[in-house]
């Protein structure tokens, strides 16, 4: 995964001070690695609203849950775990009933002006990708723009590898269909 | 190799997850292959295209005001407030920390115990024993895990366990299962398969294979087991087969003894043992061939059946069509369009004359008792099956 990025004030201080309460020091970490975590939220649901309330969530529970990251692992690996079991979690509990296909405006995000910029053929397969069934998506997201194993994958989706290998294969084959249509 | 084979190894070629030699396989076919080096490079056109994707997408909002405003009401709610805010030296309550949470949690008051929670514990057990019940007595079949430790519901099973109606059984890529059909016979399921129990009544066995591929052995009179793939229905007419569903929906019937009759869009193909049938979703099955047939009539009959084949592939059945093909041949008098129907018919009969009461012109207007009763002559038993009545 990605590593972290030099700052002012070094990433492990700002854990430090937010492990004790500083709440502007969890600010700081929010502002370094929301984007990171708004676009997989947004890749996994498609639906931008849900995306906003995920990486919400997603923060929230690292808030809560900051006293158990010991340093061991890099602070982004362990957030974006985190974040992926608030999506997975959502996901399961069907609490949203949201459209997996995203609307028109939904479409709009991925046309804002980011820190990579996108061309056309990049919007055609971020357009694509939202369109895939919801366990195709994730594993193609998580696999392919991500850089995860099947079998972490498996782990992190409570699938079993062979599953996540066959949807990846019809991920990978509608989305080529459909920027070779 | 070949391409079937090539384009469902070609995601883990692709991924380096093939063993070498394998992948040397995959290198010397796709640089022979046009077709398979075009998807070879389509794969890797859309993997580059993913790796190019921004990491980074900032929310259209700040989102920080919220969260802030979520850990406030978090900390002043009162699963933290009353419980996890501490007390400090100065006497003020403030909100914890993330570390003091944590250390907090073991100091909550002892919930378990109160009048509340023993009342809905006992509601949630006498309903958990009801829906258990209701379990016990829906209808299932038992499995068994040959290999590794296969999926039946949200389940993992090691040893043995039940398949009820309505429930998928996937075995991943070393999993193996068999699963007994009822009293009739059994299924074995191998690696990367998904497969779904239907039906288990007495009169109606039935599963839904939705990719992968499975070898049943049936000893119950015909048409008592089935199994629904999306390309066709298999119908076992007292047999042991194989049968493959591929990520795409097109599948393959190979069939080791008896017969499997698959159904579908008008369609129909009798597959007798030693016999093999492809069949594409949207189409139905194709027309079923010998084991023992040549490559070219195989491929001219893929192209008959799915892609608009004519003449040319016909000459081709003519060619290489000897007496065990003349099942093949049987099917194709059906299928072809009427004017090509006289030629297929000659060649029949310099196999396998046809019987007496068996005309030319009965044959051509597909008159299905002549047909049925030739079939019958050379072993094909095509009308039996369909007189037989279900228990």
């Known amino acids: 995964m990605e590593g972290e990025q030099a700052t002012a004030i070094p990433t492990f201080d700002l854990i430090s001070r937010a492990q004790n309460g500083d709440q502007a020091a969890f600010e700081q970490l929010y502002r370094k690695y929301a984007g990171r975590v708004y676009a997989v939220c947004l890749r996994l649901s498609a639906n931008a609203g849900q995306a906003e309330e995920l990486t919400q969530d997603a923060f929230v529970r690292a808030w809560h849950m900051l006293a158990t990251f010991r340093g061991e692992s890099d602070f982004f690996s362990w957030l974006y775990r985190l974040a992926m079991n608030v999506v997975f979690s959502d996901m ?90 | 190799m070949k391409c079937e084979r090539v384009r469902i190894i070609l995601d883990d070629f692709v991924d380096g997850l093939l063993p070498e030699a394998e992948a040397r396989e995959i290198e010397t076919h796709l640089a022979e292959c046009e077709n398979c080096r075009d998807e070879f490079q389509s794969l890797q056109a859309l993997l580059e295209k993913a790796s190019h994707l921004p990491k980074v997408i900032e929310p259209p909002r700040d989102l920080w005001p919220d969260i802030e405003a979520k850990l406030g009401a978090q900390n002043n709610s009162k699963i933290v407030s009353k419980d996890l805010l501490l007390k400090r030296g100065d006497g003020a309550s403030k909100p914890f920390t993330p570390s003091e949470a944590i250390i907090d949690k073991s100091r909550a008051k002892s919930w378990y115990t109160s ?80 497969i779904r129990l239907l039906q288990a009544r007495v009169t109606d ?23 629904e793939t999306a390309a066709a229905l298999a119908i076992d007419l007292g047999c042991e087969y194989t049968l493959q569903v591929e990520d795409d929906g097109s599948g393959l019937l190979h069939v080791t003894a008896g017969y499997v009759a698959l159904e579908s869009h008008g369609r129909e193909s009798v597959v007798p043992a030693g016999g093999l049938c492809a069949m594409r979703p949207g189409i139905g099955p194709g027309t079923p061939y010998s084991e023992d047939a040549t490559l070219a009539l195989r491929e001219a009959l893929t192209k008959l059946d799915f892609e608009n084949g004519g003449t040319e592939e016909l000459d081709i059945v003519f060619r290489d069509s000897r007496f065990a093909d003349t099942f093949t041949l049987w099917h194709l ?59």
Not at chain 1, 97 to 115: A, E, H, Y
Not at chain 1, 162 to 169: A, D, E, N, R, V
């Open chain 1, 92 to 181: 399961r509990s069907k609490r949203r009933r949201t459209s997996r296909v995203m609307t028109t405006d939904d479409l709009s995000v991925f046309d804002q002006k980011n820190s990579s910029g996108m061309d056309s053929a990049t919007i055609d397969l971020e357009k694509a990708i939202t369109a895939l069934p919801k366990q195709a998506r994730a594993i193609f997201v998580l696999h392919d723009v991500e850089g995860y194993r099947h079998e972490e994958i498996a782990g992190m989706m409570k699938l079993s590898v062979g599953t996540s290998k066959s949807q990846l294969h019809r991920a990978r084959r509608i989305l080529r269909k459909a920027l070779e249509a």
């Open chain 2, 115 to 194: 009048p509340r929670f023993i009342v809905a514990s006992m509601i949630v057990l006498l309903f958990g024993g009801y829906w258990l019940y209701l379990q016990s007595t829906k209808p299932s079949w038992e499995v068994a895990s040959l290999a590794g430790s296969c999926k039946v519901g949200s389940d993992y099973i090691e040893k043995t366990g039940r398949l009820a109606v309505g429930e998928w059984l996937e075995t991943d890529e070393i999993s193996r299962a068999q699963i007994n059909v009822g009293m009739i016979g059994r299924v074995e399921v191998e690696p990367n398969t998904r």
């Open chain 2, 205 to 227: 066995h039935r599963l839904d294979l939705a990719r992968g591929k499975m070898h049943a052995t049936i000893w119950a009179p015909p048409r008592l087991f089935f199994v």
């Open chain 2, 333 to 391: 008098l059906v299928r072809v369009e009427p004017a090509l129907r006289p030629q297929v018919y000659d060649r029949m009969t310099e196999l396998i004359p046809p019987p007496e009461g068996v005309t030319r012109d009965g044959v051509l207007r597909g008159d299905q008792k002549m047909l049925d009763k030739w079939a019958e002559t050379f072993g094909l038993g095509y009308s039996w099956w369909k007189r037989w009545l279900p228990l």
